[in-house]
């Protein structure tokens, strides 16, 4: 048995199976959270650390906001569970038609998920749903990206491109999947503030797919607007334009993983709003209950669900053979209407734009350290690429994640990137601290030879 002695009296540790870690590195390295209050972790070493990251990119207010622990209090009493197929709650109906109000225009029907990559299947479905329903049941092939983060199931690993999470299940991947190249060419774009002028080009390689396959046979192009997983890679300026227009003319159906750029990551309520593109499908999980509690979804163009709804057959029929035993679950529900009414009261869209130079004029301070290949930034979201260790890759950029925990800040490590994405409640100081002890850890980082 592995067991950590730690301020609660030792862990036993031989049991957990932890997600997307290393998990040897970690029985010799454990990092153990004890509480969060606000922008701060607390670990189990007494020590203070501003929350960079937001959590995992899904707690925008910070911690232990007691209005929506009040809230998730009083859906308990009134009602904990209500059956999600063939009945439904107030509140979940109450929060689809906020949900829709803050989309793009058109974006009107939400369909309620547990987490992103049910999101991304359930989108995904919906399309090759509406196709069919349409007559086009010859379009059913896929189009991701390289770089892609579209969650953990086979339909998300399949149209994402991130090559370690796909190696294991090559025999489990989807037939039919094409991948566009992504937008990162640290020749061309090194060291951009906000979206690189270089790149919108590379959408016309949309145009070379449709032309080896015939727009007939594609139903849907999936991108997150900002590639977040694998480190904050920027849309090129015109690029997401370049693809909603490509789309549109093929009659392919334009999905915008927005699970981590969704609920005002980018200074305003979707990527969709902030880039000025708006596409047919906006997949959300994460920032819409704070992360106190499981829930995802996605945003369907209006015409999308009527379609499926009338071809449905008698009226009695189920129309879409897809759900979740916790789809629309009202605790959740009642938590994502609190953070609703919290991003509102708190004007937190706002604070986020208005801490976007902050935290862009913090990393880039950091230009000019030894071993930086990259700082990039958009919205409240950055990313520092590292030279990494020849032959060890993901070492530094781990050891700048223990050096930042050692001096007060959590950040993220995307293989030898460097994310940030701080609370929407953060200080202008607080994140200036990030940036300064992210300095700090890379100089440490870079003794590693
Ligand atoms: C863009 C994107 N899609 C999907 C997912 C998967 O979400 P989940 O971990 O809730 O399944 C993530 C998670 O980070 C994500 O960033």
């Given amino acids: 048995m592995t067991t950590i002695n730690n301020s609660s009296g030792g862990i036993d540790m031989s049991a957990y199976w932890l997600p997307f870690t290393p998990n040897r590195y970690f029985q010799h390295h454990p990092k153990i959270m004890q509480s969060a209050k606000g922008a701060y972790y607390y670990d189990d070493h007494g020590r203070k650390l501003f929350d960079g990251l937001s959590g995992l990119w899904c707690s925008p207010l ?28 107030e509140t ?19 369909f309620f998920t547990n987490s992103g990559s049910e999101a991304v299947d359930t989108a995904l479905k919906i399309a090759i749903g509406y196709h069919r329903v349409m007559g086009n049941a010859s379009r059913t092939r896929l189009i991701g990206r390289d770089r892609a983060y579209h969650g953990v199931g ?29 937008t990162l060419n640290l ?28 727009a007939n046979t594609i139903a849907a192009v999936i991108m997150e607007p900002v590639q977040g997983s694998t480190g904050v890679i920027v849309p090129p300026d015109g690029y997401l334009q370049k693809i909603r227009e490509i789309c549109t003319k093929h009659g392919i159906l334009l999905i915008f993983d927005e699970v981590i750029t969704g609920f005002g990551r980018l200074g305003a309520n979707f990527g969709a709003d902030r880039f000025g593109v708006t596409p047919d499908m906006i997949t959300f999980a994460k920032g819409i209950t704070n992360g106190v509690i499981p829930m995802g979804g996605v945003i369907v163009r209006g015409d999308i669900y009527d379609s499926i709804i009338t071809n449905g057959g008698q009226e009695q029929s189920i129309e879409f053979f897809h759900g979740y035993t916790y789809s629309g679950h009202p605790i959740p529900a009642a938590a994502g209407h609190a953070v609703l009414d919290i991003f509102e009261s708190d004007d937190l869209v706002n604070r986020a734009r208005a801490l976007e130079p902050v935290l862009e004029d913090g990393l880039h301070a950091l230009k000019g350290k030894s071993g930086i290949l990259d700082i990039r930034n958009f919205g409240l979201s950055g990313a520092v690429e590292l030279d990494p260790v020849p032959g060890k890759p993901g070492l530094r950029s781990m050891k700048v994640l223990e050096a930042c ?9 995307a293989g030898d990137a460097i994310a940030a994405g701080p609370p929407f409640i953060s200080t202008p100081e607080e994140v200036q601290f990030l940036c300064s002890v992210l300095g700090e850890a890379i100089d440490v980082a870079m003794q590693i030879k």
């Fill in 62 to 89: 910070g911690h232990a906001d007691p209005r929506i622990g009040a809230a998730i209090q009083k859906q308990f009493e009134t009602m904990d569970y209500c059956p999600a197929f063939q009945m439904a709650s």
């Fill in 92 to 110: 979940a109906f109450r929060l689809a038609s906020r949900i829709a109000k803050m989309a793009p225009a058109g974006l009107d029907k939400v």
């Fill in 154 to 182: 086979i339909a998300g690993i399949s149209v994402g491109g991130m090559v370690a999470n796909r190696k294991m299940f090559a025999s489990m991947m989807m037939p039919g999947v094409d991948h566009l190249p992504h």
């Fill in 187 to 214: 020749s061309q774009m090194a060291f951009s503030r906000g979206q690189p002028k270089w790149g919108a080009h590379l959408a016309e390689e949309l145009e070379k797919i449709v032309t080896l396959h015939d």
């Fill in 405 to 413: 925990i050692e001096k007060g800040a959590l950040v993220r490590v």
